[in-house]
């Protein structure tokens, strides 16, 4: 380009007064300008932009002494990375020329960058800000990982060395741990849209209990499908917790911060959702012996504690036997007594028949006699067994008079010594601040010693 603009205007004369029509003007102009001016960079500061529904883009590129308007079609505006914001420092790619309905100079933009930060570096910033401002990353949201998951999704590439990693921790840790890998684009184009569809093919499948979600590492181009909003959401809808375990230590991705749990590399991934079974054995031994210590310690304090009420109430079992011993001697007792009355009376009956004459009244007076005797031994029988009756539950009573629960049932308790389980019957045997276990007719309680009468 040689820096000077050729636009040839016929020169009109007075023989020939000939004049140009506006869109004719325009069209030199236009022409010229696409003659003699080629593709160029210009630097500037935009302001003043608008994206209409048809995805164009317009705004005005302006440095400290002039302005002018760029346009940025739909088919270039879908190429960029980040969304343009007034005030952001760009240089613009494109040709100049003339929009023929105002006759308005502007550029037509055909690549965008930023100067300063990357273009992938402000993408990154304005989609975190947006992400947030929504609640992507509120921990409200985050759930916690279960401890040791039947199955564990892997949405990964084949063959990565990420999921080498993966699936050697895993191996290790936890030899039977089922996993199910959905293998997946984690760089390109497509890899966004594969990545989310992993996320959701794994959750459709349900038999995940954690999502491992990740790749090796890589620059902010290969990691970038990580970055897209697609992706994003898909982590913050999953119904399974997500980990994403994204590139190196260093490398944070938006995945990262809508994820349940970030791991900053795939090996600490899989060392984070599954514990180690050797720790898991370690763990229940442990757990065995202290319940089976704890379990003796309670059967000796409770033999301990059986034997302090045997000393001190006795054998309630013996004085039972003893009621009961009494209750079938009064029984014998009664059956013989029943028997000599009956033996008797057939006796005199016998007696009676011979001296008789007529047997006919001297029946129905024996009859009427012996009726009498009946009842009269009725009674005896049913008088003796009231008496058995009310010795039986004369000692009954007293057998339950004595019994420890009885006690403990008219409002009695019994106190123990929680450390030593030793039974207190002395105010001074208590010290102040000690733990007491009181036994009671249902149940027991603690308590601590604040003050004491002696």
Not at 218 to 246: C, Q, T
Request: glycine share 8%; aromatic share 6%; net charge positive.
């Amino acid at each position: 380009m040689s820096g000077q603009l050729e636009l040839t205007i016929p020169r009109a004369t007075d023989e020939a007064r000939s004049a140009l029509s506006v869109t004719a003007l325009v069209r030199m102009v236009r022409d010229a300008l696409q003659r003699n001016l080629g593709e160029f960079w210009v630097a500037g500061e935009i302001s003043n932009v608008r994206v209409p529904p048809s995805g164009h883009c317009y705004f005005t590129l302006k440095d400290a002494q002039s302005a002018i308007a760029v346009v940025m079609f739909a088919s270039a505006n879908r190429r960029l990375r980040f969304k343009l914001e007034s005030g952001m420092e760009v240089l613009v790619r494109g040709r100049v020329g003339v929009y023929e309905a105002r006759g308005d100079l502007q550029v037509y933009a055909e690549e965008l960058e930023p100067r300063g930060a990357g273009a992938l570096q402000i993408a990154f910033e304005q989609l975190k800000r947006r992400l947030e401002a929504e609640g992507l990353f509120d921990p409200a949201h985050k759930r916690e990982l279960p401890y040791l998951p039947r199955a564990v999704g892997v949405a990964t590439a084949r063959g990565g060395a990420g999921l080498r990693d993966i699936l050697r921790i895993l191996r290790d840790r936890f030899p039977r741990l089922h996993v199910i890998v959905r293998p997946t684009l984690v760089q390109g184009q497509s890899a966004a849209a594969d990545i989310a569809a992993a996320i959701d093919d794994l959750n459709a499948d349900g038999r995940a209990e954690v999502i491992i979600v990740g790749r090796g590492g890589g620059s902010l181009e290969d990691l970038w499908a990580f970055n897209e909003e697609i992706v994003a959401r898909a982590i913050y809808r999953s119904r399974i917790p997500v980990v994403s375990a994204v590139g190196h230590e260093i490398d944070f991705t938006i995945a990262d911060f809508v994820a349940d749990r970030r791991a900053p590399t795939p090996s600490a991934a899989a060392q984070m959702v599954v514990p180690e079974l050797a720790e898991i054995q370690n763990f229940l031994n442990d757990r065995r012996r202290k319940l089976a210590g704890a379990m003796a310690r309670l059967i000796k304090n409770c033999r301990r504690e059986l034997g302090h009420l045997r000393a001190r109430f006795g054998d309630p079992l013996a004085a039972i036997r003893q009621a009961r011993q009494s209750a079938d001697d009064a029984a014998l007792e009664l059956a013989a007594a029943f028997q000599r009355s009956v033996t008797r009376a057939r006796a005199r009956v016998a007696e009676l028949r011979a001296g008789l004459r007529s047997p006919a009244p001297m029946v129905r007076e024996r009859r009427l006699a012996a009726a009498t005797a009946a009842a009269r031994l009725n009674a005896a029988i049913s008088s003796r067994i009231e008496q058995a009756r009310g010795r039986f539950r004369a000692a009954s009573g007293r057998l339950d008079g004595v019994s420890p629960l009885r006690v403990l049932e008219r409002g009695y308790a019994v106190v123990k010594d929680a450390a030593t389980g030793r039974t207190l019957t002395d105010a001074e045997q208590a010290a102040i601040g000690d733990d007491l276990e009181i036994r009671l007719f249902r149940g027991r309680l603690r308590a601590r010693t604040t003050g004491r009468e002696v």
